[in-house]
C-alpha cells in the first residue's frame, strides 16, 4: 500500500516563526502536493511538484514556499507565520503513466496553530 | 478556471437507507476526471469512486455509485445500505485529463449516518 506520512500530527508556533512540515512518500510518485483544508472552503492547492526540484504555484502560495530535494519527500515551508495559516495541511502524491489511477493518496494531515 | 461546488454543508441517513451527495463543477474542458474523496474523522482521506468524462457509463464500486451528467455538470454520489463506517466528510473534485494533476475540490458535505 502507498504509505504518505507527515511529520506531525499537530503543531503550535508564534507568529513570526519559520515553520516546516515534512511529507515522505514511499511509493516513488513523480507528484507531489501541499494543501490545506479550512471548514466551509474545502481542499486548496498551495503548491505542487512534479519532479526533483520542480514546484509549480499552486491556487494560494502567498506566504509559502517548498522543497523538493529528493523523490520522496516535500517540504512546505512558513517563511514568517500568521494566524491567518492556521489550519489543517494535506500532502498528497499521484504517479503518472498509462497505468496510473490518476488517485492521489493523502497523508494524515498536520494540525497548525499559529498563535 | 475550474470550480466545484458541494451545496449541502452537512446531511444524515438512517443505518440501511440511501442517501445521495450533490456535486456541479463548472468547466470549458471536454476532457477530465471527476472524484470522490472520503475523510473519516481524524483518519487519512482515501478515493471513494472515479469517474471519466469520455464514459458515459456511470461508475460503480460496491455500495457507492455516481450519476453523472455531463451536459449538466453534474456528479452525485449515492451511498446504498448505509453504514456507520461512512460516516465521513466527503469531497468531490475535479482534475484536468492533460497537464498537471492537480485536483480542486469542492468545499465537503459532512454526513453522519444515524443508527
Known amino acids: 500500500d502507498v504509505k504518505v506520512t507527515q511529520s506531525s500530527r499537530y503543531l503550535v508556533k508564534r507568529t513570526g516563526e519559520k515553520v516546516f512540515l515534512e511529507c515522505v512518500q514511499d511509493?516513488?510518485?513523480?507528484?507531489m502536493f501541499w494543501y490545506r483544508q479550512d471548514p466551509g472552503l474545502g481542499l486548496r492547492l498551495i503548491y505542487f511538484?512534479?519532479?526533483?526540484?520542480?514546484?509549480e504555484k499552486g491556487d494560494i502560495p502567498e506566504g509559502y514556499s517548498v522543497s523538493r530535494e529528493k523523490k520522496e519527500r516535500f517540504s512546505l515551508i512558513l517563511e514568517s507565520a500568521s494566524t491567518n495559516q492556521t489550519s489543517m495541511y494535506l500532502c498528497?502524491?499521484?504517479?503518472?503513466?498509462?497505468?496510473?489511477?490518476?488517485?492521489?493518496?493523502f497523508g494524515p494531515g498536520t494540525r497548525l496553530t499559529v498563535t | 478556471a475550474q470550480t466545484v461546488t458541494q451545496s449541502q454543508p452537512e446531511m444524515s441517513v438512517q443505518e440501511a437507507e440511501t442517501v445521495t451527495l450533490s456535486c456541479t463543477y463548472d468547466?470549458?474542458?471536454?476532457?477530465?476526471?471527476l472524484f470522490w474523496y472520503k475523510q473519516p474523522p481524524s483518519r487519512q482521506m482515501i478515493l471513494v469512486i472515479r469517474?471519466?468524462?469520455?464514459?458515459?457509463q456511470n461508475a460503480t464500486e460496491n455500495r457507492f455509485s455516481v450519476n453523472f451528467q455531463k451536459a449538466a455538470k453534474s456528479f452525485s454520489l449515492k451511498i446504498s445500505d448505509s453504514q456507520l463506517g461512512d460516516a465521513a466528510m466527503y469531497f468531490c473534485?475535479?482534475?484536468?485529463?492533460?497537464?498537471?494533476?492537480?485536483?480542486?475540490f469542492g468545499q465537503g458535505t459532512r454526513l453522519t449516518i444515524n443508527p
Open positions: 468547466t470549458s474542458e471536454s476532457d477530465y476526471y
Open positions: 469517474q471519466e468524462a469520455y464514459k458515459q
Open positions: 511538484s512534479y519532479d526533483v526540484k520542480m514546484k
Open positions: 498528497a502524491s499521484s504517479t503518472t503513466g498509462s497505468l496510473s489511477s490518476y488517485e492521489q493518496y
Open positions: 473534485a475535479y482534475r484536468s485529463a492533460g497537464g498537471a494533476q492537480k485536483l480542486v
Open positions: 511509493m516513488d510518485h513523480e507528484n
